[in-house]
């Protein structure tokens, strides 16, 4: 009886976390007319593969699989209202965290990319650049560190 208590608490306390535990992905997509541009570009610039391409579309991962970013025609038929307008190239950023942002800096430098603002630490403890993508979204490439106190 001792067991079968035990056994059912701890079903009902993994069933709880079950519950309460959402677990989400996030997967920014940008409705542009320039697919084939940021392709191009996140392929060459940043390492990125392709997940999954047709004539409208594009999901593209980070060289390790942990983020996504997709790419959408606008005014397409097959999508909802929400999803046509295009975007209009200002007031938003991605942030890409690296293991080494000196390293990615040297990099996309030597690729001859223009650079947004140039290699800083600030005081909050990024160490970071920034470059802008062919649809005006600002990337922010980061190495986090801990504030110097």
Do not use: C
């Amino acid at each position: 009886m001792k067991i079968l208590l035990v056994t059912a608490f701890s079903l009902m306390i993994g069933l709880a976390n079950a519950q309460t535990t959402n677990k989400m992905k996030l997967n920014a997509g940008i409705i542009t007319e320039k697919l084939q541009e940021s392709k191009d570009f996140y392929i060459k610039v940043l390492g990125f593969g392709v997940t999954f391409e047709n004539e409208f579309y594009i999901l593209m991962h980070t060289p390790d699989k942990s983020g996504e970013i997709s790419f959408l025609k606008p005014d397409h038929p097959s999508q909802r209202p929400i999803f046509q307008p295009s975007f209009g190239g200002k007031g938003v950023y991605l942030t890409i965290e690296v293991e080494n942002v000196d390293e990615i800096y040297r990099q996309i430098k030597a690729k001859n990319i223009p650079i947004a603002f140039g290699l800083r630490d600030e005081v909050w403890g990024d160490r970071h650049f920034a470059i802008v993508d062919p649809n005006g979204v600002g990337i922010d490439i980061v190495t986090y560190a801990k504030p110097v106190e």
